[in-house]
């Protein structure tokens, strides 16, 4: 019998494999604030879907909450956080961002230790993935999106050194995450969107600094980058190294049709997050088939443009599942 591992190798060289692969993921609210009860949701999702890789979902600020932020469950239906306090206010505050020590950063070494976890308790024919958030990502999150974009426009160099600060904290993380086990990173960048940045204004603040956490990830086999939103700068993928894509593709440029000629690697999509929510089964039977002819079954893992939303049914999810079978 094919293994998850062989699989997703399969579709990596470009060859057909036994099916389709898939992968979902989704948020754990209320557990993701525990290590342990983290690694258990994970493990439990993916002994109830046996999906061809798992990604591992922490809240976007287990990445920050070190430098100060504060954050809160609402009931988002992503199941991600609302963020209640930002530690970023003046273009100053950018500066006085120290690069933090993941084995001993409280937030941060509760990530590993989850990881650890999971690597323990999880088949090692199942690859594992960490999410990653690009160092403007995090910026965000520090700052406010707002207050991030008009200090990139009007305080350059002080954000600079921020970003850099936070970049050179992200690849430890990233190598101390590698010491673990994982199979590859899942690298969030949200800011290559055309109603957020230029495409300059990206190349400028982002890709030194994503280059630069993601050298590390050389040694990986399965790295997923994720262009977060609409309108994202797919080229971008010529200047990052990796093996798999995802991105909006149902709701976004290019389809997964058009992308099979833009980039050389694996894409992965087809579904979307609200079909998933609120179609019935035979909308994801007919979306998932959809997806694999537009591909024809090639270089292709079947999954959403972004986190399964919390409210999705069970059995959406198992029939999209068992719509590569």
């Not at 754990?28 to 990604?55: C, G, H, R, S, W």
């Given at each position: 019998m094919t293994t998850h591992r062989e699989r997703i190798q399969t579709t990596l060289q470009g060859k057909q494999p036994d099916r389709t692969p898939i992968a979902l993921w989704r948020?754990?609210?209320?557990?993701?604030?525990?290590?342990?009860?983290?690694?258990?949701?994970?493990?439990?999702?993916?002994?109830?879907?046996?999906?061809?890789?798992?990604?591992?979902?922490?809240a976007s600020?287990?990445?920050?909450?070190?430098?100060?932020?504060?954050?809160?469950?609402?009931g988002l239906t992503e199941g991600s956080r609302e963020y209640t306090k930002r530690v970023i206010h003046n273009p100053q505050d950018w500066e006085s961002l120290t690069v933090l020590d993941p084995k001993t950063s409280?937030?941060?070494?509760?990530?590993?230790?989850?990881?650890?976890?999971?690597?323990?308790?999880?088949?090692?024919?199942?690859?594992?993935?960490?999410?990653?958030?690009?160092?403007?990502?995090?910026?965000?999150?520090?700052?406010?999106?707002?207050?991030?974009?008009?200090?990139?426009?009007?305080?350059?160099?002080?954000?600079?050194?921020?970003?850099?600060?936070?970049?050179?904290?992200?690849?430890?993380?990233?190598?101390?995450?590698?010491?673990?086990?994982?199979?590859g990173i899942f690298y969030a960048i949200q800011h290559?969107?055309?109603?957020?940045?230029?495409?300059?204004?990206?190349?400028?603040?982002?890709?030194?600094n994503d280059q630069h956490v993601l050298e590390p990830t050389n040694d990986l086999w399965c790295n997923m980058l994720h262009l977060h939103g609409k309108d994202v700068y797919f080229s971008l993928l010529r200047l990052l190294n990796f093996?798999?894509?995802?991105?909006?593709?149902?709701?976004?440029?290019?389809?997964?049709?058009?992308?099979?000629?833009?980039?050389?690697?694996?894409?992965?999509?087809?579904?979307?997050?609200?079909?998933?929510?609120?179609e019935d089964q035979a909308k994801v039977k007919e979306e998932a088939a959809d997806a694999i002819a537009q591909t024809k079954g090639q270089r292709f893992i079947m999954g959403t443009g972004c986190v399964v939303p919390v409210i999705a049914s069970h059995g959406n999810l198992m029939t999209a599942r068992k719509s590569v079978e």
């Open positions: 948020h754990f609210p209320v557990d993701d604030q525990n290590p342990e009860t983290l690694a258990a949701a994970t493990l439990n999702f993916q002994q109830i879907y046996d999906f061809d890789l798992v990604k591992v979902t922490p600020s287990f990445a920050v909450r070190d430098w100060g932020v504060e954050d809160k469950w609402t409280p937030h941060l070494s509760a990530q590993l230790t989850c990881l650890r976890l999971i690597r323990q308790n999880l088949s090692p024919d199942t690859p594992l993935l960490q999410t990653v958030f690009s160092p403007l990502a995090q910026a965000k999150n520090l700052a406010g999106n707002e207050t991030l974009i008009a200090h990139i426009r009007q305080h350059p160099e002080a954000v600079m050194k921020g970003l850099d600060t936070i970049a050179k904290t992200t690849r430890k993380f990233i190598e101390a995450a590698m010491e673990i086990g994982i199979d290559a969107q055309a109603s957020l940045l230029s495409l300059d204004e990206y190349k400028k603040f982002g890709i030194a093996q798999i894509v995802n991105w909006h593709d149902r709701e976004t440029y290019p389809t997964l049709a058009e992308a099979q000629d833009l980039f050389k690697g694996v894409m992965c999509g087809g579904l979307r997050q609200d079909t998933l929510v609120y």
